[in-house]
């Protein structure tokens, strides 16, 4: 298999065009046709005997769209094989402020949280930096009509701090000036909290919006939901926020999925306000997306909304977020398992 040329950085293309005797400018040359997503026949500025050497060796379109899924709120819904023939969802999501798209950063993920569609499966394999990049790359060109991306979320399938390496190194390519360019402040990562490597984010240089899926703010409440609560506690997940926040100056972000009845009664909001006490951070409240197969459920509109006004009376900045394009699955790894089942069945019926 070719490695696509999206996941060479700056340095990587210029020793790839010494290699090739050509000069040091068509290193940037490359990177703006990686940033269009163009195919070779659009590198028409440089030479052929070039491009067909790089052919030879490289892939310029590491995905492929299988099908997509368009909400009625805007949100498309891509699903994409790579070149070894596993299957990843993205999401673009329109916005007034501008346009976002959601990555995933791993086939299938190996997390295991009771409410994610994601994991159900378990973990396939890391994907490259180049083929997370190629979800916006691609969107980004097929959106471009209309302001093609502005913002990042690596909130789709996997965790990204299980992929430390791809993810920081997918984090520099976006952003680099001959890039896409979009700012460390228009990237965040979500992760279900893994504090070394969130402190070595910190430590690398990676200043972007740090999300953290807490989702229960007792370790007895999130060992019920989430697997990673049995390695590590919400005091520790606490403590590396902090040190994060101390580092890069970024407000921190809490996810916290509402279920009703379980996470979202007057001793959660004392449990979430204890637990924050002096951290400079935000608790984002998502009503659950129920998943095929899953018995629970989201509380309904009032009692979110009143638990976050609970929230906000003992002093802790919260906001209930407008879950986007749940008409189409919108939960992470839906639209694949669901892609998977029906061929599964259509393959079951010929
Ligand atoms: N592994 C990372 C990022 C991927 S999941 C993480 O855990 O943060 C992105 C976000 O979607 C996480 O906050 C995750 O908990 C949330 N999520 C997963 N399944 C969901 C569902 N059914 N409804 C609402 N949010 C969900």
């Known amino acids: 298999m070719k490695t696509p040329l999206c996941d060479l950085n700056i340095d990587e293309l210029t ?8 000069p040091k400018y068509r290193a940037k040359q490359l990177m703006r046709h990686i940033a269009a997503y163009d195919c070779f026949d659009e590198y028409t500025d440089l030479p052929k005997s070039f491009i067909v050497q790089l052919d030879g060796e490289y892939s310029v379109r ?6 997509r899924v368009t909400a009625s709120d805007g949100a498309v819904r891509y699903l994409f094989k790579t070149e070894s023939g596993d299957l990843i969802e993205s999401v673009y999501l329109p916005h007034d402020y501008g346009n976002s798209v959601c990555v995933s950063c791993q086939v299938g993920c190996g997390m295991d949280c009771v409410f994610c569609a994601s994991g159900k499966h378990g973990l396939v394999r890391n994907l490259s930096a180049g083929e ?3 979800q916006v790359l691609y969107i980004a060109r097929d959106r471009r009509s209309v302001g093609g991306v502005n913002k990042i979320v690596m909130m789709g399938s996997g ?10 190194k997918f984090i520099r390519l976006v952003n ?3 890039g896409l360019n979009i700012g460390m402040r228009s990237i965040s990562v979500s992760t279900c909290g893994l504090p070394d490597n969130i402190l070595r984010l910190a430590d690398d240089g990676i200043s972007c919006t740090l999300s953290l899926s807490l989702h229960a703010a007792t370790d007895d409440k999130r060992k019920q939901i989430m697997k990673i609560a049995h390695k590590y506690t919400v005091k520790q997940l606490v403590e590396a926020l902090r040190l994060y926040f101390d580092k890069t100056g970024r407000r921190v972000i ?3 999925i509402l279920i009703d009845g379980f996470n979202d009664t007057k001793y959660d ?3 979430i306000k204890d637990l924050l006490k002096g951290l400079c951070c935000h608790v984002n409240l998502i009503p659950l997306n129920p998943t095929d197969n899953c018995e629970l459920k989201p509380p309904s509109k009032k009692r979110a909304y009143a638990f976050c006004e609970q929230l906000k009376v003992v002093g802790v900045s919260a906001s209930v977020r407008r879950s986007m394009g749940s008409d189409v699955a919108g939960a992470c790894g839906q639209l694949k398992n669901r892609t998977v089942e029906a061929k599964t069945l259509n393959n079951k019926k010929s």
């Open 132 to 134: 997370i990049l190629a």
């Open 269 to 271: 909001v004392t449990a």
């Open 254 to 256: 809490l996810e916290y």
């Open 159 to 168: 965790e990204p701090l299980a992929n430390y390496e791809n993810t920081v």
């Open 176 to 178: 680099a000036p001959d």
């Open 62 to 67: 590491p995905l492929t769209e299988v099908t």
């Open 15 to 22: 020793a790839l065009v010494e290699k090739y005797g050509q």
